[in-house]
């Protein structure tokens, strides 16, 4: 069992920065994968980008590429989510994820998800 709670979000103008945190929980995290997805209103949540539990392999969405970069910290139990450049069609609630499967390059939700964080970009 794993519980996540995310955190970072908040209103940033078009071209600025956040980072986004997310802390788990559960004797089990140090060896999930771990995702970043995003949800906006009326739309299906989308998949951004992964990180496998050693930390050496990430994967980024086409739409995030370049822009946005996950890392994680085992020993905190941490993973992070920084958003450079940011646009306003990336307002969105985002959600981390734990168990994530990467096929074809792109992300399916595991079993365990965090509450969101809402991030605003103003044009």
């Known amino acids: 069992q794993v519980q996540l709670v995310e955190s970072g979000g908040g209103l940033v103008q078009a071209g600025g920065s956040l980072r986004l945190s997310c802390a788990a929980s559960g004797r089990m995290f140090g060896f999930y994968t771990m995702g970043w997805f995003r949800q906006a209103p009326g739309k299906e949540r989308e998949f951004l980008a992964a990180i496998t539990w050693t930390g050496d392999s990430t994967y980024n969405a086409d739409s995030v590429k370049g822009r946005f970069t996950i890392s994680r910290d085992n020993a905190k139990n941490m993973v992070y989510l920084q958003m450079n450049s940011l646009k306003p069609e990336d307002t969105a609630v985002y959600y981390c994820?734990?168990?994530?499967?990467?096929?074809?390059?792109?992300?399916?939700?595991?079993?365990?998800w965090g509450q969101g964080a809402q991030v605003t970009v103003a044009s």
């Open positions: 994820n734990a168990g994530t499967r990467v096929e074809h390059g792109v992300g399916k939700g595991g079993d365990y």
